[in-house]
């Protein structure tokens, strides 16, 4: 498991092509005799068939002669399935639909829900065109969009940040932009700066100007290769699609040339023009959207974006239970609380199974409370008895009626969910004298396990019983009234120690370990004053910075990315989360070198990197550095604590982010079974420290580095839960 965390995965894994190309493996202990038999035989099961698979969305449309005209098995979910695969079913002439599941869908259902159940007020998402609510397209152009359906990743922040979007089909220019077809063809350049008044548009032929008018010149959907084959030819836009449909293979684009060059010659366009248009669509192939598709999904994404300005508490409780998108749920926690949502904490009487709504005294927001779902180790049945036996008195009474693990407990009383019952307010030095603690709680509940076992033991003596167990406490049923006096009174069943309060460090610990998020405070809250002291810059202040200045930013990594781009090398994203908002930065080739293993195996980081101004509120970070913030804060603090010199200590930590840097070499012990040619170590080569710079070719031209992503960031639905606090795509190495 350890090997398999460590190694990024990708369509084609090898292992000794990863430990000579990407510098992050090379001190990974990887290349070693003794792991290559168990290489060997993962790399020999690599591509075998496992087992006939289900396609996940798509549904055959026929009417009552369907069976005649395939073959039909039981799937491993025993849904009745077609033996012929997607390609096969199109060619016998079967109508294939994708069906998606979108998580979004259940947010958005789940805020809509939440906005009826505490304001009586329902929403219809369906009645909001059309679709013309500046407030919203002010926040989108303000990138604004975390939670946000397609429009949250780091790139589609930067783009809504230069394209500004005012209308509906901006959002679905938006969203057809950001795809290898116009990225291949080098359109989204183009249209940016004849969007944004730099540039006059510019246009292929003016016979072309009503195919591609409204993208400014260039060609962003299906529906435009359509147009301007049919114009060019003068065939029906039928045989345009077919011709569009054939693009996607090699063999497809030299039949379609042998046809297009010629008949768009013999219709008067010289050979020039001919040469360019053809060029846009081998680099388009079929590689974009088709206007529909994109406003399919441009729908969801006005309407998350218009949850989100006008129901922003509900929204996010919806973005937290269904977990949609590609950041943690602690990202989007504190994107809650930048825009003043109260976050409020895990309560036995309050929690639900989800993230729910409330009320919150003095504040012009609802608050988000925590849900019982995210509690570590818990199961469907615990949450739902929990839920159903609420009002509970004390922890006497919840031991005895939620019938809950002893180990569940514990976490509970350790993140806080009983802090309210008992009074427990923030850590302090010295607490009042007679109040009860989590420490307190943790005695008690020791006391009440400790009681149940023994109550176990002498009930299956009484009956003769040996080995067997059982189970003393009441049912979940709660059957007098507890509220009032009687409740009050009952919460004092907890005998006080005189214990200390959990400290502040220790409460954020145990938050991380059991909720997986840092609830009450940041965990960047500690660092600040080392931060502080060191100038960096912050989300919300890069607008204000000149474009080219040398920045340090910091922050709590959030999400690592390692997508498809235009030139066919390795680029990672790394998104930073510095308490005032995410901070994007792009580490190329030259980058990666020395500072790869920092980047994915590191949570806390101090990074560097040229700032880059594009468009109205464009931002991007292209780094040229990154280190463990914590070591060099213990420079700083060492430094701080020995002179008592802060200009001392920042110029130690400086000294060390200026520090020349070594590229990691590949490790050889003895027997070295990598074959191939060496990495390229040398810190000025081309590569900037990766190996042989290996890339795959697409049909279309488009060329694709081998590592990069096969998947969005994020987790799978059906993973099971870790206490892992940061989203990393299977590009990227590290777990």
């Not at 016979?207 to 060019?232: C, N, S, W, Y």
């Not at 360019?276 to 406003?295: P, R």
């Not at 109550?455 to 299956?460: E, M, V, Y």
């Not at 002179?643 to 070594?662: K, L, Q, R, S």
Request: with cysteine; glycine share 8%.
């Amino acid at each position: 498991r350890r090997h398999r965390q460590v190694v990024p995965a990708h369509p084609r894994p090898r292992r000794p092509p990863c430990l000579r190309d990407l510098p992050e493996l090379r001190a990974a202990n990887l290349n070693d005799a003794q792991l290559r038999v168990l290489f060997e035989l993962v790399e020999s099961l690599d591509g075998l068939p496992r087992h006939v698979a289900l396609h996940p969305c798509g549904v055959l449309l026929s009417d009552v002669t369907l069976l005649d005209r395939t073959p039909v098995e039981r799937s491993f979910g025993d849904y009745p399935m077609s033996q012929f695969d997607k390609d096969d079913v199109e060619d016998i002439g079967l109508l294939k639909l994708d069906v998606l599941g979108i998580r979004m869908q259940s947010s958005m259902a789940h805020a809509v829900h939440e906005i009826e159940r505490t304001t009586g007020e329902r929403v219809d998402l369906d009645a909001l065109a059309p679709f013309d609510d500046g407030g919203v397209y002010e926040m989108i152009g303000r990138a604004e969009t975390l939670g946000c359906f397609q429009i949250e990743s780091p790139g589609q922040r930067e783009l809504v940040g230069k394209f500004g979007p005012s209308d509906f089909n901006d959002i679905v220019i938006d969203i057809s932009l950001f795809r290898p077809g116009p990225v291949k063809s080098d359109m989204v350049n183009p249209f940016l700066r004849a969007r944004n008044g730099w540039d006059a548009p510019r246009y292929l032929h003016p016979d072309l100007i009503p195919a591609l008018a409204e993208t400014r010149g260039v060609v962003v959907f299906h529906e435009q290769i359509i147009k301007i084959v049919a114009i060019m030819t003068g065939c029906s836009y039928a045989y345009g699609d077919e011709a569009r449909r054939a693009l996607g293979s090699e063999a497809g684009q030299e039949d379609v040339r042998r046809w297009f060059v010629p008949t768009a010659l013999g219709r008067g366009y010289d050979a020039a023009t001919v040469e360019v248009v053809w060029g846009v669509l081998k680099s388009f192939a079929s590689f974009g959207f088709c206007k529909a598709h994109a406003a399919a999904f441009a729908l969801p994404t006005y309407q998350s974006a218009w949850l989100k300005r006008h129901h922003p508490a509900a929204f996010l409780s919806g973005v937290l239970t269904y977990d949609p998108g590609m950041y943690p749920k602690r990202l989007i926690l504190e994107e809650a609380r930048r825009i003043g949502i109260p976050i409020l904490p895990l309560d036995v009487n309050h929690s639900d199974v989800a993230y729910v709504i409330e009320p919150v005294e003095g504040a012009a927001e609802f608050g988000i409370r925590l849900c019982l779902a995210d509690v570590k180790g818990i199961t469907d049945a615990e949450s739902e008895r929990i839920v159903a036996g609420r009002p509970f008195a004390g922890l006497t009474d919840f031991w005895s009626r939620a019938q809950v693990a002893s180990d569940l407990a514990e976490r509970l009383i350790l993140a806080g969910a009983f802090d309210d019952l008992y009074d427990i307010g923030t850590p302090r030095a010295v607490g009042p004298r007679g109040a009860v603690t989590r420490r307190d709680l943790l005695l008690c509940l020791a006391d009440l396990a400790r009681a149940d076992r023994a109550d176990a033991r002498a009930a299956g003596r009484a009956r003769g019983l040996s080995g067997g167990r059982v189970n003393g406490r009441q049912s979940v049923q709660l059957a007098l009234d507890l509220t009032g006096p009687a409740a009050s009174e009952l919460a004092c069943d907890v005998v006080v120690t005189g214990l200390p309060e959990m400290t502040a460090d220790e409460r954020m610990q145990a938050e991380l370990d059991i909720i997986g998020l840092d609830a009450t405070r940041h965990v960047l809250s500690d660092h600040l004053p080392f931060l502080h002291s060191l100038g960096v810059a912050t989300s919300e202040g890069m607008l204000k910075r000149r474009s080219r200045s040398s920045l340090l930013v910091a922050g709590v990594k959030v999400a690592t990315q390692t997508p498809p781009v235009r030139s066919g090398r390795r680029v990672i994203f790394l998104t930073l989360d510095d308490t005032t908002g995410p901070v994007d930065l792009t580490f190329f080739e030259d980058a990666q070198g020395p500072y790869a293993s920092t980047v994915f195996n590191s949570w806390l980081l101090v990074a560097r990197g040229e700032l880059r101004r594009t468009g109205p509120r464009g931002v991007s970070l292209r780094a040229t550095g990154a280190w463990e913030l914590t070591h060099l804060e213990s420079v700083w603090r060492r430094v701080l604590d020995e002179t008592g010199d802060e200009a001392a200590a920042v110029a130690a930590v400086t000294d060390i982010v200026d520090a020349p840097v070594a590229m990691p070499a590949p490790t050889r012990r003895g027997d070295d079974w990598g074959d191939g040619p060496a990495a390229d170590t040398g810190h000025q080569a081309a590569a900037g420290g990766m190996g042989q710079r290996r890339v795959w070719l697409h049909p279309s031209g488009f060329v694709q580095n081998p590592y990069t992503d096969v998947a969005p960031a994020g987790e799978p639905t059906k993973s099971v839960p870790q206490r892992k606090l940061w989203h990393s795509s299977p590009g990227s190495s590290g777990w």
